[in-house]
């Protein structure tokens, strides 16, 4: 029998976001996913080497990479629309329940329960907060990108990413933004 989850998988490619905004350089759930895993990962080794934290870098990087799976099936709802009305949030997370239960029946039983906690995001909430926190930095970092870009379009989100980032009180990430963040400020010359 054909198993179709990786093949989907490999089709985050397709789909991009920030649909509703003029982007200087499209991002698709793909590139944003390997983002995630790694600020996610990166924030966990932060956390552990610096402030004793206990989640796992590894277990985090996975988790990042799987974050957003079921918008494979779904599609990304842009984040304005996704939490304007309760009633809205709601019924995505349903939407997104099914479409993470469809995604898991394409895997062979006894390879489903590797991945379910993952696509389902039923995780400790400690990693899950870490994962929500890189999600948010990394369209933080999208809204750097585009300001540097020169497109104002994103100006905005970066100040609603950064007030959200702020709020989160998450030494591990203070961490990341004083020492990582203003490189991703700088040009190509400037990072050498």
């Known amino acids: 029998m054909a198993y179709n989850f990786f093949a989907l998988m490999a089709r985050m490619k397709y789909i991009d976001r920030w649909g509703l905004m003029r982007n200087t350089q ?8 390997h983002m995630v895993a790694v600020l996610s990962h990166a924030l966990a080794v932060i956390g552990k080497e610096k402030f004793g934290s206990g989640i796992d870098p590894n277990e985090a990087a996975v988790a990042g990479l799987y974050h957003d799976a079921p918008e494979i099936l779904t599609g990304d709802l842009p984040t304005p629309v996704k939490y304007d009305n309760p009633a809205i949030k709601e019924a995505y997370k349903a939407v997104e329940a099914v479409a993470g239960d469809k995604l898991l029946s394409m895997l062979p039983p006894e390879l489903c329960p590797a ?11 400690a990693l899950l907060r870490l994962v929500k926190a890189a999600d948010k930095l990394s369209a933080h970092i999208k809204c ?49």
């Open 115 to 125: 991945f379910a906690p993952y696509v389902k995001e039923e995780l400790d909430p």
């Open 144 to 192: 750097l990108e585009e300001l540097r870009a020169g497109n104002n379009e994103f100006k905005l989100a970066a100040r609603q990413t950064r007030a959200a980032l702020d709020q989160m009180e998450m030494p591990e990430l203070d961490y990341f933004m004083k020492h990582f963040l203003p490189g991703f400020e700088l040009t190509l010359d400037e990072l050498k």
């Open 26 to 33: 499209v991002e698709n759930i793909q590139e944003h996913s």
